[in-house]
């Protein structure tokens, strides 16, 4: 079985910083794609961002500059550090990974955290 476990939201002002951590576990052997995804009351889940095994990345336009994904392949680890948050950045943020299992298998997987609530006050 896979997890993927995230931590570090909570609340805090407009203008200020947060870092997510995601880790996963289980039996893998590798993960191509980690990401980022968050969902707003009444809105659909939209993509944060994402990065590559080999740290190429990826982010929705409303992000970019304010938000960086990092990665650290060793602890099979994903990291969002948010910085410049507006409350528009409120939501449940979920971590994400497409995930190899098997060394003789090229099959692979998405894979879901529980999410993590992130609320940013006016």
């Known amino acids: 079985q896979v997890q993927l476990v995230e931590s570090g939201g909570g609340l805090v002002q407009a203008g200020g910083s947060l870092r997510l951590s995601c880790a996963a576990s289980g039996i893998i052997f590798s993960i191509p794609i980690m990401g980022w995804y968050r969902q707003a009351p009444g809105k659909q889940r939209e993509l944060v961002g994402d990065i590559t095994s080999g740290g190429t990345t990826n982010y929705a336009d409303s992000v970019k500059g304010r938000f960086n994904i990092s990665r650290d392949n060793a602890k099979n680890t994903v990291y969002l550090q948010m910085n410049s948050l507006k409350p528009e950045d409120t939501a449940v943020y979920y971590c994400?990974?497409?995930?190899?299992?098997?060394?003789?298998?090229?099959?692979?997987?998405?894979?879901w955290g529980q999410g993590t609530q992130v609320t940013v006050s006016s």
């Open positions: 994400t990974a497409e995930i190899r299992r098997r060394r003789w298998s090229a099959v692979s997987s998405d894979y």
